[in-house]
């Protein structure tokens, strides 16, 4: 017995004598804070750190006091039951929030320094947002009841990021709701890098700290050795790229595209199975809708019944025949590079505009109009019914 408490000890003191080399060692948020996957009572805090960190998020309604008026409870990373301690990229899901109000929030991470065994981790410094020398960071929350809803459409960026940059220069985001990142932010996803460079770092600067991203894949974010890991970059609770959510008394559907090409196409490497992908996506689709809810706004990357390519024509057989059953008052899409609106059809049952790669779209869904602007390189103005209902 003497001898396990002996060499408990050792360990012990092994694991703060490491502890110690390290703890003087700074930490930094090298990117982010990001906000995803927001709805009528919850949004999910995303940000990167130069060390790995045990993190958490601070909120409160923005009610007038200040940030330090009051301790406010800490929301962790946590998963499983565990705060994870060992990540550098971290995500906090916030629950529990009111409808269409607005809050503040602050991000905080505590550099993990040392691990000496089994849950013997030892924590430094800790880094946060400021709430002093600058405004707290402040979001609102969606309200499925409000008479309008007003979200930003970009698409087709490719790495762009100046582009990007240039539309995000002619939004105003303090009136906007989300901002819908509608596919192909880059052609090919190679490394964490290429994910901030190509886009995500300038979205943070323009807007993405205050104003959520809505992430929808495109075909060209299949592309690539790190396309595997966007997913930890824009976590769903449903674990899934597609998905609903409701704003003003409407619907809106997130689907996934797939890939454009048939899957055993020599450009995918032996590795795409988007059939599949596409035939789940659709028995989903045909659980997910809610029946008693006329009004609804689509996004899909590749707009459906627009080319014979594969990717399009499966499309057409799998998640088409549903949406043409489901009262869809508008799809929004991109993929062409090309403005285009298609009317309603026998073959598509509702509107779709598709923009193009160097315009962005503000979009006001209200109490009975869609009303789009084009900016960017297109000019228009365009206007959709919606049912009132
Ligand atoms: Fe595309």
Redesign the pocket.
Known sequence: MKRIILILTLALLGGTATATAEEHREIRITHGPWLCDMDATGVTVMWKTDRPALSWVEVAPDDGKHFYSNAHPRHYDAEHGRRRALETLHKVRLEGLQPGTRYMYRIFSQATDGWSYSDYAHFGKTVSTSVYQQEPLRFTTLDPKADSVRFVVFN?IHGRAEDLRDLCRQVDFAACDFVVLN??MRSTTESEEQLFEGWLDVCVECFASQVPILFVR???ENRGAYADRLYDYFPHPSGRFYHTFKAARTEFVVLD?GE?KPDTDIEYGGIAEFDPYREREARWLSEALDSDSKRRIVFL??PPATSTWHGDLHLQQTLLPILNRSSVDLMIS???HRYALYRADDTVHFPRLVNDNRSGMRVVVGRDTVRVTIFGTENRRLSFGIDRK
């Open positions: 087709d596919g192909d495109g075909n060209h595209c454009d990357h590749i991109g993929h062409t």
